[in-house]
C-alpha cells in the first residue's frame, strides 16, 4: 500500500457525506489490493473538525482492540486526519433484509467476541451499521461511538447489553418467528442505562442529529450533501 489513499482522487464511490467529513470506498494504490474504506475528517466542517478527528480515533481505537476479527474491518491506517479500513463485501441491513436465524445467531456470536475484547459498538440501533456478507453473515461497521475497556466494569456491562437489545429489536423486525422467550424477556428488560438514555439523552441526540446535522432515521443508508 503507498500513500495515494490520502488523495481524493482514489476514491471509486461515495458512502457518505455529513458535517464529520465524508467516507469513501477507495483503492489502496496497490495494483491488486482490496478495495479500502477512507474516513476523511479534513472534509469536515471547520466547527465540527475537532469532533470529527476525536470520534475517528475513538473508532481506530476500537478497530485495534478488533485487529483479527471476522465481522470486523482492519484497521490500515489513522493518519493526518484520514482512517483507512478494510471493505467488507456486503449489503447494509435495511437492504438486505435478513430473514434467517443463522444471521442473527452469528451476529450474537460476533457481538459476544466484541464484549469479551472490551469494546462495546454503542451505534448498533441504526442499520447501515450492520452488514449482511455475500456468504449471509454479519459484519459491523462504524466504531465511532465505542467503548473501549480494558476491566469491564457495571457501565460497560450496561452498554454491552444495549447492543445485544439493538440486535434482538432487528431480529424482531426481521426474523420475528425466531425470537426465543430468552429474547423476549430481554427486550422486555430495559437496564437502567437505557432508561436514563430514553428520557434525557434521545430527545437531545434526535434534535442534534436531524435539526443540526440533517441525519434521517437510517443514516448512512445512501449519500447526503451537507
Ligand atoms: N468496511 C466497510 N465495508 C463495507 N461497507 C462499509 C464499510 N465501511 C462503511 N461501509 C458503508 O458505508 C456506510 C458509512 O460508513 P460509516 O462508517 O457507518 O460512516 P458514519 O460513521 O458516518 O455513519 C456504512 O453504513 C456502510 O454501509
Ligand atoms: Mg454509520
Not at 471509486?12 to 474504506?37: Q, S
Not at 469494546?119 to 466504531?143: I, S
Not at 425466531?178 to 434525557?200: G, K
Request: glycine share 6%; hydrophobic share 40%.
Amino acid at each position: 500500500m503507498n500513500e495515494a489513499y490520502l488523495h481524493p482522487g482514489a476514491a471509486l464511490r461515495r458512502l457518505k457525506t455529513d458535517v464529520f467529513g465524508c467516507v469513501d470506498l477507495c483503492n489502496t494504490g496497490t495494483a491488486g489490493d482490496a478495495p479500502a474504506v477512507r474516513r476523511d475528517t479534513t472534509a469536515a466542517r471547520w466547527w465540527a473538525r475537532w469532533l470529527a478527528v476525536w470520534l475517528a480515533s475513538r473508532e481506530a481505537r476500537a478497530l485495534r482492540a478488533l485487529e483479527g476479527v471476522a465481522g470486523v474491518p482492519r484497521l490500515l491506517a489513522w493518519r493526518d486526519g484520514v482512517l483507512l479500513r478494510t471493505w467488507i463485501e456486503g449489503r447494509p441491513m435495511q437492504e438486505a433484509r435478513p430473514a434467517d436465524a443463522r444471521y442473527f445467531r452469528a451476529a450474537r456470536r460476533l457481538l459476544r467476541t466484541l464484549h469479551r475484547r472490551g469494546v462495546a459498538h454503542n451505534d448498533l440501533a441504526k442499520e447501515p451499521n450492520w452488514l449482511v456478507t455475500a456468504q449471509g453473515l454479519p459484519a459491523l461497521v462504524d466504531y465511532q461511538l465505542a467503548t473501549v475497556r480494558r476491566r469491564p466494569g457495571r457501565l460497560f456491562r450496561s452498554l454491552a447489553r444495549e447492543d445485544l437489545r439493538h440486535l434482538l429489536k432487528h431480529k424482531r423486525t426481521y426474523c420475528p418467528d425466531r425470537l426465543t422467550p430468552t429474547d423476549r424477556q430481554l427486550l422486555a428488560r430495559r437496564s437502567w442505562f437505557s432508561r436514563v438514555w430514553i428520557r434525557a439523552g434521545k430527545p437531545v441526540y434526535l434534535w442534534v442529529t436531524r435539526r443540526w446535522l440533517g441525519w434521517a432515521d437510517r443514516e448512512g443508508a445512501g449519500d447526503r450533501q451537507l
